[in-house]
């Protein structure tokens, strides 16, 4: 983690992970905190990029409804889960926001999503024509994909850097090689109240899992009399 003090002298605090024998061995894929509630600016960095979310995007409230603060450090894993091809199949409202703590280059995990080649259009797997319905792409279709018009393209930049992007494009995590990548999500969607402030605890998970709303499969029907 990096910090400026007052002066503008940039001071690097020792790397928490760097002494972990399965981070040094490439055993680990992702690192994914725990509470990012604890992270300091966390609603700093959330609350003005919202609030341009519900002037230019929405015209309506909007939450942070997830988040989570993520490293790919430099591993010998194979893909898998979020490291192949796939789409989210979230409503078509959902977005997300990626802000990148670290410079991002090909070797450091890119963000990768599948475009035409001609238009830069990127290809959607759903909301209203699955490709698939696990929402995971077999690998012959991205190659039959490839080898006609649409292309990779990884989302790089320095430090600072901001994606926003619906994640019903097909696309896919990518493994570090050079160095680490950390980056703070947060998952956006509308919502009918004005949220003081956008990520709270009373409407926003994380990405372990820890959903506000209930799986509607879960709830138990009621009869009245």
Not at 200 to 206: C, I
Request: one cysteine or more.
């Amino acid at each position: 983690m990096e910090r400026r003090p007052p002066g503008g002298k940039r001071r690097v605090h020792p790397d928490p992970a760097a002494d972990v024998a399965e981070v040094v061995r490439g055993d680990v894929i992702t690192i994914q905190l725990p509470d990012p509630f604890a992270i300091d600016g966390l609603h700093q960095l959330c609350e003005p990029l919202l609030e341009q979310l519900e002037q230019r995007v929405y015209r309506s409230y909007t939450i942070a409804d997830k988040v989570y603060v993520d490293r790919s450090p430099i591993t010998r894993q194979l893909p898998s889960a979020s490291w192949l091809w796939h789409f989210d199949n979230h409503p078509r409202e959902m977005l997300k926001v990626m802000v990148c703590l670290t410079d991002v280059t090909s070797g450091t995990a890119p963000f990768e999503y599948l475009r035409d080649r001609g238009s830069g259009a990127p290809l959607y797997g759903s909301p209203l024509a699955p490709l698939h319905g696990l929402a995971r792409v077999p690998i012959d279709e991205i190659d039959r994909r490839l080898a006609d018009r649409w292309v990779r393209h990884e989302v790089t930049g320095p430090r600072g850097t901001i994606v926003v992007f619906d994640d019903n494009v097909v696309h896919r995590a990518t493994l570090a090689r050079t160095g680490h990548r950390d980056v703070v999500v947060f998952q956006v969607r509308p919502v009918t109240f004005r949220a003081v402030p956008h990520i709270d605890a009373r409407w926003t998970g994380s990405f372990g899992h820890a959903a506000i709303g209930r799986d509607p499969s879960a709830l138990e029907p009621q009869i009245r009399t």
